[in-house]
């Protein structure tokens, strides 16, 4: 059964760096988009970033536009996020997923099919 497990969350404060990793078993995921999503308290789930199975295609919330980068190593079966520039807006569980759909681009949640169990994230200022 397929798996996704995230690491490298923590505390950091307002301008520092961190970055997530998504760790894929079970399954290769061929031909799908990889994501990361994140949830602040109260609020709903919010598309961050995507990268399309050959690393050629992104996509970032424009929140995160020129400060997080996707990238995915498919023969580890990882997707990462590098996270600059952190602000205190960034706080909250990140999420990565898998597209329900081959080969195609949502940011919509629905659209997912696999989560991993989330990793926090908190940016103090």
């Known amino acids: 059964q397929a798996q996704l497990v995230e690491s490298g969350g923590g505390l950091v404060q307002a301008g520092d760096s961190l970055r997530l990793s998504c760790a894929a078993s079970g399954r290769t995921f061929r031909g799908y988009y990889r994501a990361w999503f994140r949830q602040a308290p109260g609020k709903e789930r919010d598309f961050v970033a995507a990268i399309s199975w050959g690393g050629s295609t992104v996509y970032y919330a424009d929140a995160v536009k020129g400060r997080f980068t996707i990238t995915r190593d498919n023969y580890k079966n990882t997707v990462d996020l590098q996270m600059n520039s952190l602000r205190p807006g960034d706080t909250g569980i990140y999420y990565c997923?898998?597209?329900?759909?081959?080969?195609?681009?949502?940011?919509?949640?629905?659209?997912?099919?696999?989560w991993g169990q989330g990793t926090q994230v908190t940016v103090s200022s």
């Open positions: 997923a898998v597209d329900t759909t081959i080969g195609t681009f949502t940011e919509a949640p629905s659209g997912y099919e696999y």
